[in-house]
């Protein structure tokens, strides 16, 4: 499965982004999937999950009630509104699908079967 990630970039403390996750020619609504985010000399930490059928959704405690996730199975695609943007929310941002669902799983890094390229959202103060 290959995921393209888009939707990055330089925003302001206080700003909004939309990231987009696709999954072309792919049985899209199979897969879990996840955002995940990776700062320099940091660990890979989850930021937000949402089950196959999108019925289901889980967020770190970091992003609760900014972030947003959602699918849409007919475009293939999973989304990450951003809201109330911070400088800490700096990262390089990362889709994957699972091909396990429900949260305990799709919490867990090593839950994850496939990964995008990651996309570079900058919090400026």
């Known amino acids: 499965v290959q995921l393209q990630a888009s939707g990055g970039g330089l925003v302001q403390a206080g700003g909004s982004l939309t990231l987009s996750c696709a999954a072309p020619?792919?049985?899209?609504?199979?897969?879990?999937m996840g955002w995940f985010r990776q700062a320099p000399g940091r660990e890979r930490e989850f930021v937000g999950c949402?089950?196959?059928?999108?019925?289901?959704?889980d967020y770190a405690d970091s992003v609760k009630g900014r972030f947003t996730i959602s699918r849409d199975n007919a475009k293939n695609t999973v989304y990450l509104q951003m809201n109330s943007l911070k400088p800490e929310d700096t990262s390089l941002y990362y889709c994957?699908?699972?091909?396990?669902?429900?949260?305990?799983?799709?919490?867990?890094?090593?839950?994850?079967?496939?990964w995008g390229q990651g996309t570079q959202v900058t919090v400026s103060s």
């Open positions: 994957a699908a699972s091909e396990r669902d429900g949260s305990y799983y799709l919490t867990q890094t090593v839950f994850y079967d496939y």
């Open positions: 020619g792919h049985t899209f609504s199979s897969y879990g």
């Open positions: 949402i089950t196959r059928s999108g019925s289901v959704t």
